[in-house]
């Protein structure tokens, strides 16, 4: 028995729901996500929360319960206060700037790399070695920072690159020096 799929999805009073042919809806203050849905669960509005069941009790529609409550969850939390993702540049001569919707960093190469924002997606660059990654749909905030932490990441003998705030990145020695003899 899924414990997360039968808990209730809180909604705030400001968030449509609708659920269509396998499609659940959810419109909110900072925009509308969407979402088509296995045949076997289905989603009801009582009162001023979501319920996620499922219809049957095979293996597969057990396993896809509490992660599709999830997701409904994580798009009400979207659409009404969004998501956001910060990134840290360090190494020397490494920084960001944003230019217009697009992100353009210089991290070492002999050119510096841009980076299109997708549809949903902002980014802010408050300063030169951060970025924040913002938007509604959590999945898509998640693949576009680790896209930009892709084009650098950071290496373990001097720690230079794009690595997301607050990331523990493990530090190797370096050549030890042959002993003279």
Same mark, same amino acid.
């Given at each position: 028995m899924s414990r997360i799929g039968q808990a209730p999805i809180p909604v705030p009073s400001d968030v449509e729901f609708h659920f269509d042919m396998g499609v659940v809806t959810i419109r909110g203050p900072r925009g509308e996500l969407s979402r088509p849905l296995p045949e076997k669960i289905e989603v009801t509005q009582v009162d001023d929360e979501l319920r996620v069941a499922r219809t049957t009790e095979?293996?597969?529609?057990?396993?896809?319960?509490g992660l599709i409550r999830s997701l409904i969850?994580?798009?009400?939390?979207? @659409?009404?206060?969004g998501y956001e993702k910060a990134l840290e540049i360090q190494g020397v001569g490494y920084r960001a700037a944003k230019k217009g919707n697009d992100l353009e960093v210089q991290v070492g190469y002999s050119h510096p790399v841009s980076k299109a924002a997708p549809d949903g997606i902002e980014f802010d660059v408050p300063t030169p070695t951060r @970025? @924040?990654?913002?938007?509604i749909d959590k999945e898509l905030v998640g693949q576009t920072a680790a896209e930009i932490r892709a084009i650098r990441k950071p290496e373990p003998y001097k720690g230079k690159g794009i690595r997301y705030e607050g990331e523990h990145v493990r530090r190797k020695a370096g050549k030890a020096a042959k002993a003279a003899g």
């Open positions: 095979q293996r597969e529609v057990k396993a896809l319960h969850a994580n798009m009400v939390q979207g @659409v009404t206060q @970025v @924040v990654v913002k938007g």
